[in-house]
């Protein structure tokens, strides 16, 4: 009986197009509909997606948090429907809806081992909701989440790739914690296929998020930020992978002390001495394996080596292949030569090696800036700098055209002229007091 008004409640409310009344009905049914999880197919079918897109929404969303399905292709199938043919008016006006199914979803789909199936509905989602490419929306967590766990890269690397310019707001709020996971996960994903400066900056994201209190997000983020600023900026000066200066004062105070032995890896690795940062990586093994990071330290150590040999080419034009290995810690000549043939490929020095005495022999590098791929280069990075500062001419415009800014722009002025006239009737009332006088 229940069931059949929340039917009729739902059609009613979805023809007079009364969508605030509605929303506050569905919220209020929860319980009706997770108590009644076997009935919830009738009560589906019952529904038109097309025409009471929320009330379906609803409807899937109690029998995900039911948990116990047996048939994932005829609800995968129906969520696909319902993306599809859902009403746009109903939709944006009640957005938190689709985005709590989204979120249930990906969470039951990575839980059964099946988030491979769940990456193009969600992307399909993301399409509904966003009003452009640039606004992030709580649902891209989700997308980053089951891309990552199905190691599937290819449907999100477009979208990380995306400049983010606003955040979509799932009715009157935005959780921080998807914005924290989405730039985790995007970090991640971004080690996954060794874009180490993609990773950095995304984990940087995570970490400097203006905050009131930390996250385990963040400590999880700080973390891997350390190891991989090492691998992308470890033949640079130490202060290169420190945190931005803006980042919030809690960050520093509360999750430095809790990771003190990654503290200890950037330290070990300023030393230049692979015996101290092996010995630190002893230490700490257990616990790197235990947070999931055993292998990012393994590169920080090799990456320490790969920096001291880039040392040696700024300090002698000819070495052997035993000196080299002797001055970077390396057990034989053979890995210092592997190393030094790595280093060659990924373009990181220029030098040749003897085969014959087992010699090496560092060049300057023989880039002239005058071909055309340089040209390309250039090109590109000119067009992108240009793309920036129409973004941030755009932004800075609609800020200054806001309510909130011009609101607030109107309420310093009146301080101002307050303060102003305060002082100018302080000035009065002096010039007509009587000057002390002074008697000898």
């Given amino acids: 009986m229940a069931l059949d008004q929340f039917v009729t409640t739902v059609k009613t409310l979805s023809n007079q197009r009364s969508l605030t009344e509605l929303c506050e009905y569905l919220n209020k049914q929860s319980a009706v509909l997770s108590g009644n999880l076997v009935e919830l197919e009738t009560v589906y079918e019952s529904l038109d997606p097309s025409q009471h897109s929320l009330g379906c929404l609803a409807v899937l969303a109690a029998r995900l948090q039911g948990g116990n399905v047996e048939n994932w292709d005829l609800l995968l199938a129906r969520i696909d429907t ?23 979803l990906s969470s039951e789909l990575v839980k059964h081992d099946l988030p491979i199936r769940g990456i193009a509905l969600v992307t399909r989602a993301i399409n509904k909701l966003q009003p452009n490419p640039c606004i992030l929306t709580s649902v891209h967590s989700d997308l980053a989440k089951l891309c990552l766990k199905a190691k599937c890269f290819g449907p999100i690397l477009p979208i990380l790739d995306q400049d983010i310019t606003e955040i979509h707001k799932d009715g009157d709020q935005f959780e921080a914690m998807y914005l924290l996971l989405y730039f985790y996960y995007g970090g991640c994903i971004y080690l996954a296929i060794k874009d180490y400066e993609k990773a950095l900056y995304y984990l940087e994201v995570g970490v400097t998020c203006p905050t009131a209190a930390v996250s385990h997000i963040m400590l999880e983020a700080y973390k891997k930020y350390q190891l991989v600023a090492l691998i992308v900026h470890g033949d640079k000066p130490k202060d290169s992978v420190s945190l931005p200066k803006f980042t919030s004062p809690i960050v ?11 503290t200890e890896i950037v330290n070990a690795f300023y030393l230049n001495s692979a015996h101290e940062l092996r010995n630190v990586f002893t230490k700490y093994r257990e616990l790197f394996e235990t947070d999931g990071n055993l292998g990012l330290v393994n590169q920080v150590v090799q990456e320490q080596t790969r920096t001291n040999i880039k040392r040696l080419t700024k300090t002698f034009v000819t070495l052997s292949l035993a000196d080299v290995a002797s001055r970077v810690g390396l057990e034989t000549p053979s890995q210092a030569e592997r190393e030094i043939v790595e280093m060659i490929k990924a373009g990181s020095i220029h030098a040749t090696i ?32 240009i793309n920036l500062d129409k973004q941030v001419e755009k932004l800075t415009e609609d800020v200054m055209k806001s309510n909130q800014y011009i609101k607030k722009l109107a309420g310093a002025k009146e301080e101002e002229d307050d303060r102003m006239l305060s002082s100018n009737s302080a000035v009065s009332s002096g010039s007509t007091a009587k000057l002390p006088g002074y008697s000898m």
Avoid: W
């Fill in 82 to 104: 319902l993306i599809a043919e859902s009403n746009e008016e109903q939709i944006r006006f009640s957005s938190h809806i689709l985005a709590e199914l989204c979120h249930l």
């Fill in 252 to 262: 520093n105070k509360f999750l430095k002390p809790l990771c003190s032995a990654y």
């Fill in 354 to 385: 003897s085969q014959q005495d087992g010699m090496v022999r560092f060049h300057l590098n023989p880039e002239s800036y005058q071909s055309p791929d340089m040209l390309r280069l250039v090109e590109e990075s000119v067009t992108r700098a």
